[in-house]
């Protein structure tokens, strides 16, 4: 009995301990047209999660950029495409930041994303160029 109780707890902290490792969900925004997000706080390494659709695939655009949240300076660009889907963005900057989406004809979905280390190593291109 004492051995199926110390198996049980050894798997239940376990569990406990890789999910604490997991990716954490920091915070998640949509919308339909163009808007600047509220500000998030986030510590580096993050991702950028995003998903754009449309009724008017023919006519959608989308360009999303990253802002500093408390001056609204520009940070970096996150994505831009004019056409459905998907893609990740690594972010290696710590900090407080809002997204300004400039949307036309889209459905967007942003995730904010929290990683460790271990797990921004495979989001890192595998093949880097050296010269």
């Known amino acids: 009995m004492k051995r199926l109780l110390l198996a049980c707890l050894t798997l239940f902290?376990?569990?406990s301990v890789l999910t604490a490792e997991a990716e954490t969900l920091v915070r998640e925004f949509s919308g339909s047209r163009s808007m600047e997000t509220e500000e998030f706080n986030v510590k580096a390494p993050w991702l950028v999660d995003?998903?754009?659709?449309?009724?008017?695939?023919?006519?959608?655009?989308?360009?999303?950029t990253l802002a500093y949240g408390v001056t609204g300076y520009h940070a970096g660009n996150v994505f831009k495409t004019k056409a459905p889907g998907n893609g990740l963005r690594l972010i290696e900057e710590s900090g407080r930041f809002r997204f300004k989406v400039d949307a036309a004809m889209t459905n967007?979905?942003?995730?904010?994303?929290?990683?460790?280390?271990?797990?921004?190593e495979q989001y890192a291109p595998k093949n880097k160029l050296d010269y």
């Open 108 to 120: 967007w979905t942003i995730k904010v994303i929290q990683l460790t280390p271990e797990e921004a």
């Open 50 to 64: 995003w998903r754009v659709n449309s009724d008017f695939p023919n006519s959608m655009g989308i360009a999303v």
């Open 13 to 15: 902290f376990a569990g």
